[in-house]
């Protein structure tokens, strides 16, 4: 029997990659760089030390519960250590080449302006609610799943954590904050004059006054991670979930696939994304989702455990 399966296989890549790139390059400038690889070389024994229990007591279901659940909550954890990491190959942001490569392609600074140019209170409620739809998106599709099927649950939660170990990967390398760096709301990188467009930036006050604003706004002031925006994420994971719906959940799907359509929209309107972080995001997810869909089940997975569900 082979203990581990792909998430497994995922996991301790990404886990073993990160601790030698942080053992070989942290410099000067990852002083905590010891307790980080203490932390890598726990999470990969613990992973280990659970697949190994749950190989043996496989009549002990909690150790499954665990088994399946396990890389849930490493998402956070991964994802603001990425902030940590992103300087040890860089000193500062790459946000003036993005800047610049905005206004080439389109004649302005779309991640700055949509929002001045939209600034109705109910589309700026759509939009940040379509924003915050994204946890709701990977909780909510995902206890369904647990609910209906375990086998459909791992299935999900394999290659949604497959998009985010490489997403997490690229953000080491090329740290990128998105268009709140002109507010410097995130780090406090100053920015070349050219890139900065000649108008008032602030956000209408109708836009402030949306409740999904404020809201959205209390998650980043305590969760975000500075230079995580290229590739979105939110657009590469939202659209993974959307993969799910339509093989597991039909009957939501077009409804599914709507919002997250609103969702890649909002991350340019909301400031947390250059439109081609969402494009870059797009492409990740047309092609990690097929891949960690075909990795999951050439590393051992039963096909027939992960059927389409019924309509």
């Known amino acids: 029997m082979n203990r581990y399966k792909f998430v497994d296989y995922a996991t301790q890549i990404y886990v073993l990659l990160v601790g030698s790139l942080v053992l070989c390059f942290h410099g000067a400038r990852l002083s905590a760089w010891p307790w980080v690889l203490l932390?890598?070389?726990?999470?990969?024994?613990?992973?280990h030390l659970l697949i190994v229990a749950e190989t043996r007591f496989p009549s002990q279901r909690w150790l499954g519960f665990v088994r399946r659940f396990y890389p849930i909550p490493l998402y956070i954890a991964f994802y603001r250590e990425t902030e940590l990491l992103n300087q040890m190959f860089n000193t500062g942001f790459w946000d003036a080449h993005f800047l610049r490569l905005e206004q080439k392609l389109f004649g302005m600074q779309p991640g700055l302006e949509l929002m001045l140019r939209l600034p109705s209170r109910w589309i700026a409620e759509v939009l940040y609610a379509s924003y915050f739809s994204y946890y709701?998106?990977?909780?909510?599709?995902?206890?369904?799943?647990?609910?209906?099927?375990r086998r459909q649950f791992t299935h999900f939660v394999s290659v949604v954590s497959f998009v985010f170990y490489v997403c997490y990967t690229i953000y080491i390398f090329v740290p990128v904050v998105g268009p709140r760096i002109v507010h410097r709301e995130t780090v406090a990188q100053p920015l070349p004059p050219d890139v900065v467009p000649a108008i008032d930036l602030t956000p209408p006050a109708t836009v402030e006054?949306?409740?999904f604003y404020r809201l959205m706004g209390w998650i980043y002031d305590h969760?975000?991670?500075?230079?995580?925006?290229?590739p979105s994420s939110h657009v590469a994971v939202a659209w993974c979930t959307v993969f799910f719906s339509?093989?597991?959940?039909r009957p939501i799907r077009y409804a599914h696939a709507i919002v997250a359509v609103l969702l890649s929209i909002s991350t340019v309107y909301g400031r947390y994304h250059y439109v081609v972080d969402v494009i870059a995001g797009l492409a990740v997810a047309a092609v990690l989702v097929p891949l960690g869909n075909w990795l999951?089940?050439?590393?051992g997975e039963s096909a027939n455990g992960a059927q389409t569900a019924r309509s």
Do not use: C, Q
């Open 39 to 47: 932390g890598h070389a726990v999470v990969s024994g613990l992973i």
């Open 136 to 149: 709701l998106m990977i909780a909510g599709i995902g206890l369904v799943l647990l609910l209906r099927d």
């Open 296 to 299: 999951y089940f050439r590393l």
């Open 223 to 230: 969760f975000e991670a500075a230079g995580a925006a290229f």
């Open 209 to 211: 006054g949306a409740v």
């Open 246 to 249: 339509f093989r597991y959940l």
